[in-house]
C-alpha cells in the first residue's frame, strides 16, 4: 500500500491523480470538507435519547472528507468535466486535516492505483 509522510505529498498526489485531479478541475473542487465533534469512543456523531447530538458524548473534534472521481460524458456530447461523483469508499476522517488528507490519498491510491 502506498503512504505519504505528510499532507503536502498527499495533496499533490490528489491533485495530480487521474481520479481526482481530472481535466478542466482542481482536486479542491472534487473535496467535501466537514468538521464535526464525535464521540471520542466509536469517532461518531451520537444523539442523545431525543435524537439531538449529545453534548456530553460529542467532544472530540474530526475533520471528514468525501471525494471521488469526475464525471465525463463518454460521448463528449456535454461538458461536464467539472461534475464530481460522490465515492463513499474513500469517505475518511482524522483528528487534523493533514491526517484526514493522507488518509484519503493512501484510499485513493489503494482502489484506483498511482
Known amino acids: 500500500m502506498k503512504t505519504f509522510e505528510n499532507g503536502y ?16 478541475t482542481s482536486f479542491m473542487d472534487v473535496l467535501d470538507v466537514t468538521i464535526m465533534k464525535v464521540d471520542p469512543t466509536t469517532h461518531r456523531v451520537e444523539d442523545d435519547a431525543l435524537g439531538i447530538p449529545s453534548l456530553s458524548r460529542n467532544t472530540e473534534i474530526e475533520v471528514w472528507l468525501e471525494s471521488g472521481p469526475g464525471y465525463s460524458d463518454p460521448e463528449g456530447i456535454e ?5 464530481p461523483i460522490h465515492d463513499p469508499e474513500l469517505d475518511c476522517g482524522g483528528p487534523t486535516f493533514e491526517a484526514a488528507l493522507i488518509t484519503l490519498a493512501e484510499k485513493v491510491a489503494a482502489k484506483y492505483g498511482d
Open 9 to 24: 505529498e498527499a495533496y499533490w498526489f490528489l491533485a495530480n491523480h487521474r481520479v481526482t485531479g481530472f481535466a478542466g
Open 79 to 83: 461538458d461536464v468535466a467539472s461534475v
